[in-house]
């Protein structure tokens, strides 16, 4: 019997959490011991000593490119590729939340949270920095560009208290006292969850992803390790947009396409959930206005008066 393929397609991720998934996040999570793999993998492994693993993924990027230009004319906040594939990167840990877990002392506990954080360069010098975006999964890609420029404005005002305030400390430090130093914040802000601001330490500082970008410096693929202080599941590298020639339908032609790759921590995600953390990435990328109803409803709106010109 012949079945619509749109009735198989999986629902749009909703921007809002439902009521049982916001009275969710509003309890504390229970912690439970560690069990199966996972406990094996933290008895196998110390801080990436090493568990990391990789991947990536060629993706045809004529929809986000369509969708970038199509933000720029219409909507108050541009976004770029690397937004749009922190946007896929959030959605993939709302379709796999066994991924958006913190572990420390033979325990897991799950984040109440989808957080990300986005490594972005220091407008003043050459080094980078970086910001974490909170409920990702529940904000639009104009919503996280928003916040990464604001984020990017604090640290040219001198105004981030947060990793701008850890830096300066650590410059202040001898050469012999960072690591000791860094591993202290670490256990604070990871293994016991606290959030001291007045010394620049917040609770699980990085979230559940890393992103990042090498695409600025027109490099195509490359890998990043994951240091022990991250405590994320995977860090996610954004490449540069190229002409490439690929195969459709039996034909050969030249699409732009952009590569992804991941650095996993094994300790955290096994083989079964990095496919399907893959899996959502091209799920997005492949449609991004299928998860961003209202920047497609602009696009509805600016074809409705442009035709109404004419």
């Known amino acids: 019997m012949a079945t619509d393929p749109a009735a198989s397609r999986p629902a749009p991720a909703t921007l809002a959490m439902g009521a049982e998934e916001a009275t969710m996040s509003n309890r504390t999570p229970v912690s439970q011991a560690l069990h199966g793999w996972r406990k094996l993998a933290w008895a196998a492994w ?55 877990v913190a572990i420390a002392r033979g325990r897991e506990r799950p984040y109440p949270t989808t957080d990300v954080f986005f490594i972005i360069s220091d407008p003043g010098s050459d080094e980078l920095t970086g910001a974490k975006i909170e409920r990702a999964d529940a904000k639009s890609v104009v919503e996280l560009a928003r916040e990464l420029r604001a984020a990017a404005a604090a640290t040219r005002s ?106 996993f921590d094994h300790r955290y995600v096994d083989g079964r959930q990095a496919v399907s953390f893959a899996r959502a990435i091209r799920e997005y990328c492949a449609e991004p206005e299928r998860f961003e109803p209202h920047l497609a409803g602009l696009r509805a709106e600016s074809v409705s008066e442009a035709s109404q010109g004419r």
Do not use: N
């Open 158 to 263: 001198g105004d981030d208290r947060s990793f701008g305030q850890v830096k300066h400390t650590l410059d202040l430090l001898p050469q012999w006292a960072v690591r000791p130093a860094i591993r202290l914040s670490s256990f604070l802000a990871c293994d016991l969850g606290l959030d001291l601001p007045a010394l620049g330490i917040h609770r699980h500082p990085f979230g559940s992803a890393m992103i990042s970008s090498v695409g600025m410096w027109d490099v195509t693929r490359a890998y990043s390790p994951l240091a022990s202080y991250y405590r994320v599941p995977v860090l996610v590298l954004v490449g540069s947009v190229s002409p490439r020639p690929m195969a459709v339908e039996g034909r050969v032609v030249v699409r732009p396409m952009v590569t992804l790759t991941a650095t």
């Open 46 to 100: 110390g801080p990436p000593s090493d568990p990391q693993f990789y991947g990536d993924l060629d993706i045809d990027a004529a929809a986000m490119l369509d969708f970038v230009a199509m933000t720029r004319s219409d909507a108050e906040e541009p976004v770029t590729v690397t937004h749009l594939v922190g946007r896929a990167v959030a959605h993939a840990l709302h379709e796999v939340p066994s991924l958006r």
